[in-house]
Structures are given as structure tokens and as C-alpha cells.
């Protein structure tokens, strides 16, 4: 699976758009960008996923460049309910395949 | 939408005691399912992939004696830390996919402590 590169962290401020970059220059033609997010003390929370279209869904929109070496994640009323971590992570699609986690980028909402 | 429900939430119990963790998905049948640890303010960490009917296929460094995998249907496997000690507290998380390609979802994990 492709590496994934994100920030440590970011803030946010509360009403604004949240715009969360993933770089993943080596991902192969095959393998779809997902996002998920992990609120404190609870599960991964599937957002969204694509492969190189743009994508939207009630939660949020996956903005992948032509190149797809990197994508954004873009919530657009961010809420402080929004507050977490936030993993960008590249995987070919298919059944019976885990995730591989990287550190992902802590985002912080302020009121 | 597609759920994975785990039970209990939370554990807190003695060293030595084992402890088992099931994990139910519970609108659609998974033939595999995941199990994660997390430390705190760490990343999931894949523990084991747990297949129906089969063994389970662990990762490098994960004790298979320790952690032990059950997938007896297609929509339950359990985890159970037998003997467990302090250095077993952690945040255990399953997962699982439904058939045609939909994202994996994750169970809301459970937090282990032991005394």
C-alpha cells in the first residue's frame, strides 16, 4: 500500500472550511484515497473515499489532483463535534484487506 | 448502513484474568474481520486478521497463544487476552467488509484495563 504524508495537526475555526491535505506520491493506479476519522475513545468513522474523481457526500468532499499524488479533505462547516483525528490512507478496493494506519492529522475546531 | 458492534466497551479487571472481546457485524455477513490495537496517542496498530472457519493470521510480534482469534460464523469473531497483565491495557478495535467493494467499518472499540 501507498505511504501516506499529513500534518501533525491543525485548527480550525468553528463555521470556517476545514481543508486537510494528504500527499501520496507513490499510489499506484489501482488504489483509492480513503478518509476516515477517529473521534477520542471511539472507532474509526468512515468519511470518504475515491479514485480520482472528485467526490462529495453529506460529511464532507475528497478533492484529488489530476496527478492523484495528493488530495484534500474538506469539511465545510466545521463544528466542534468535528474535532479529531483525521487518516488519510490509500488501499486498492476489495474485500478482505486491512487499513494501515499512519499518525493522521489531529484537528482541532475552536469556537 | 453497514455496522460493526463490540462488546463490552470497557473492561477493568485483575492480571491473570482473561478477557473475551466479541465482535458482531450486524447487517451484513464477513467472512474476515480485523482486530487493532491503540496505545494512547498512538495509531491503530493491526493485531490480526481473523477468517471464518480458518485460523487467524497474526502479525509479526503479536502472540497467537495470547491473543486468541475465534470466527465461528460469519458475523462474529472474538478476541480473548487470556492471562492478561498491565502491559495488555489497551484500546482494541475490530473491523470488518461488506461484500462489493464498501469501505471497511470499524467497531467503536474496547477500552482493557488491567490492574
Known amino acids: 500500500d501507498a505511504k501516506t504524508t499529513q500534518p501533525p495537526s491543525m485548527d480550525c475555526a468553528e463555521g470556517r472550511a476545514a481543508n486537510l491535505p494528504c500527499n501520496h506520491s507513490t499510489i499506484s493506479g489501482n488504489e483509492y484515497v480513503y478518509w476516515y476519522r477517529q473521534i477520542h475513545s471511539q472507532g474509526p468513522q468512515y468519511i470518504i473515499h475515491g479514485l480520482k474523481n472528485n467526490e462529495t457526500n453529506e460529511m464532507a468532499s475528497l478533492i484529488i489532483t489530476e496527478d492523484r499524488k495528493s488530495s484534500t479533505l474538506i469539511l465545510p462547516h466545521a463544528t466542534l463535534r468535528d474535532t479529531a483525528v483525521y487518516y488519510c490512507i490509500v488501499r486498492v478496493r476489495g474485500y478482505g484487506q486491512n487499513f494501515v494506519f499512519g499518525p493522521g492529522t489531529r484537528l482541532s475546531v475552536l469556537p | ?115
Open chain 2, 1 to 115: 448502513g453497514a455496522v460493526v458492534s463490540q462488546h463490552p466497551s470497557r473492561v477493568i479487571c485483575k492480571s491473570g484474568t482473561s478477557v473475551k472481546i466479541e465482535c458482531r457485524s450486524l447487517d451484513f455477513q464477513a467472512t474476515t474481520m480485523f482486530w487493532y490495537r491503540q496505545f494512547p496517542k498512538q495509531s491503530l496498530m493491526l493485531m490480526a486478521t481473523s477468517n471464518e472457519g480458518s485460523k487467524a493470521t497474526y502479525e509479526q510480534g503479536v502472540e497467537k497463544d495470547k491473543f486468541l482469534i475465534n470466527h465461528a460464523s460469519l458475523t462474529l469473531s472474538t478476541l480473548t487476552v487470556t492471562s492478561a497483565h498491565p502491559e495488555d491495557s489497551s484500546f482494541y478495535i475490530c473491523s470488518a467488509t461488506p461484500w462489493g467493494g464498501q469501505p471497511q467499518h470499524f467497531g467503536d472499540g474496547t477500552r482493557l484495563s488491567i490492574l
